[in-house]
Antibody
């Protein structure tokens, strides 16, 4: 069973950079057919997709973040990471990492595994 | 793209059914058969319940079913049980520019 766990500081100062890591166990992040995603939820708000990375290192991002987000992968550690620059109070959220199936036979086109989330406050 | 619209709350007695709607546009829900539904208990990771509109992952009871008509997708939970009390949210593929959008979330209460 795949397991994802987010880690990182719970408090970041305004204008600084938020850095989070997602550790993946029970499966390989190098296998094709999947995207590794970051999703966030601000207090009292809905979920917002931040971006993802695939096994080859190709990334996609939510245009609303205006290039502040960078997602990277370290396959040797079975981890992928998020950096969000120039944070403001509006970035205060629970951040989730998740796996999403891509085009491929038998792969659900959905977020099939999620971490429990980590709360990050900007203050 | 904007968030998909869900009712804030829904409720039913044990054994009854509850249906949650997820309304988008022709650019997301109406344009692709890639709607999924998730269940989240407080403090826990979201769990995939339905993918590609109607399909259930292994291990999800057949009391959970999904459908879609036009720009609105729906999740029906039949035979409500106490453990079904949770937040539910939908998601849809929305194209290359912004691939994934989510619903506003619905809290289901078992009376």
């Amino acid at each position: 069973q795949l397991h994802l766990q987010e880690s990182g500081p719970g408090l970041v100062k305004p204008s600084e950079t938020l850095s989070l890591t997602c550790s993946v166990s029970g499966g390989s992040i190098s296998s094709g057919g999947y995207y590794w995603d970051w999703v966030r939820q601000a207090p009292g708000k809905g979920l917002e997709w931040i971006g993802n990375i695939d096994y080859s290192g190709q990334t996609q991002y939510n245009p609303s973040l205006k290039s502040r987000a960078t997602i990277s992968m370290d396959t040797s550690k079975s981890q992928f990471s998020l950096r969000l620059t120039s944070v403001t109070a509006a970035d205060t959220s629970i951040f989730y990492c998740a796996r999403h199936g891509g085009p491929g036979a038998g792969i659900p086109r959905a977020f099939d595994f999620w971490g429990r989330g980590t709360m990050v406050a900007v203050s | 793209q904007s968030a998909l619209t869900q009712p804030p709350s829904a409720s039913g007695s044990p054994g009854q059914s509850v249906t949650i709607s997820c309304t988008g546009t022709s650019s997301d829900v109406g344009g692709y058969d890639y709607v999924s539904w998730y269940q989240q208990h407080p403090g826990k990771a979201p769990k995939l319940m339905i993918f590609e509109v109607t399909k259930r992952p292994s291990g999800v009871p057949d009391r959970f079913s999904g459908s879609k008509s036009g720009n609105t997708a729906s999740l029906t939970v039949s035979g409500l049980q106490a453990d079904d009390e949770a937040d539910y949210f939908c998601s849809s593929y929305a194209g290359i520019e912004l691939p994934y959008v989510f619903g506003t979330g619905t809290t289901v209460t078992v009376l």
